[in-house]
């Protein structure tokens, strides 16, 4: 792990993303995080407010869980692996992500979301997660017109500053409160099996998740990527580069984690090749004092449905 360190303070130079674009430097992004209220935090992770007023903006979007979020400026699209590009409808849903995907913004660019828990988006949504992962949507075609109601006044309000980043925020949580549905009781059960089977290690055993779970594998196999939109084995693998990721931002680990760290990745290649599939960013970008978003994204307190 020594190597691991070494070579994450040496690397240097100006950052792109897969598509060979220089990035959109970090200091010039404002994120202010918001906690959701109690009642809606078993389906909110965070609600956030993301501003950036250049007239270009490149970034990534670490591979994540769904998000609901209002876009009151800024024009562009997401771009995925399998090819496929997204425009940004200025109330979208963002399914959840599979990897990490470059955005491409004509700005100014702010957005107004929330970034649901894997409870939460079966509850809000009711979509199969594997059937409907990677892409970004036009709110209204998941979630009905109501939430046009909601989100075409909160816009407005925002650009017209009647209202703050934080006022809007905090309407979608009500928004997502008064529109979540419980879900069947045993599959809910079998989330927070798979949650507390991620973040129990950073390379946990399928047999240890199947020992927990009351279905047999297929049904786990089935289950999992309906509500997660993965396999176990694929959402272990995107799981472990976050929470390496999330690891390798603090200033210093502890021999401990050095060693779980050594343990989960073959060798130093391999480490920065999965964190840059599911974060969009090289292990020396992690510990960037001046990446809000990205910091902010990978903390373990947004991982907290892990456990973390």
Known sequence: MVEFQDSIKAENGVETDELGFELTESSLITVD????PAA??????????FRCDEAKIRDVQPSSVGHLALFPYGKGEMHFRAGHRDPNYEISVMTPLSTANPIIVDGPFHVVGAALTPLGWASLTGLHAGQHRDRLRDAREVLGDDIAEIGEPLNAHYR????TGRECALAIADYIGGKVKPINSRH????KVVNAWLGSSLSPDLADLLHRAAYSERQ????????FGLSPQALARKYRALRAAALLSFPQLTPEF???LGEAFFDQSHMIREINRFVGRTPARLRD???????EMIAPKNLRELGS
């Open 40 to 49: 809606i935090s078993d389906y909110v992770t965070t609600l956030y407010h």
């Open 188 to 191: 809910a059960d079998l989330i």
């Open 220 to 227: 786990v196999q089935r289950l999992t990527e309906r509500y």
């Open 289 to 295: 004092l001046d990446s809000p978003y990205l910091s």
């Open 33 to 36: 995080y918001i906690a959701p």
């Open 258 to 260: 050095e060693a779980e």
């Open 160 to 163: 017209a500053g009647t209202k």
